[in-house]
């Protein structure tokens, strides 16, 4: 699902749309990989992702955790009704 998960990215952050950025206690991750929240028309993307079952809740360390409960209501949600990720059996595995 990450074509699926790029494809609905793009469509609703094309090139020129205003997007906000919010960041968590660190920027960065021990990689260099930008840590953020983004919104974009005053929705999280994050959250959108989630929702539609194209994310997973995965690899979440502290201190960068704001949002890590929302996020697993949000994942229950959509693991309940079986859509995205959710929908192909053993398609998630358990992250390392």
């Given amino acids: 699902f990450g074509k699926e998960a790029s494809d609905f990215s793009i469509s609703i952050m094309p090139a020129g749309k205003a997007i906000k950025v919010e960041l968590d206690v660190s920027e960065r ?14 929705k999280m993307v994050n ?3 989630l929702e539609k079952g194209l994310a997973r809740v995965a690899y979440v360390y502290a201190p960068n955790t704001r ?4 996020f697993r209501e ?9 859509i995205g990720i959710w929908s192909i059996e053993n398609y998630v595995q358990a992250p390392n």
């Fill in 29 to 42: 991750d021990k990689y260099g990989r930008l840590l953020a929240y983004i919104y974009v028309d005053g």
């Fill in 74 to 82: 949000i994942q229950s949600k959509a693991q309940k009704q079986v």
């Fill in 67 to 70: 949002y890590v409960d929302e």
């Fill in 47 to 49: 959250e959108t992702l």
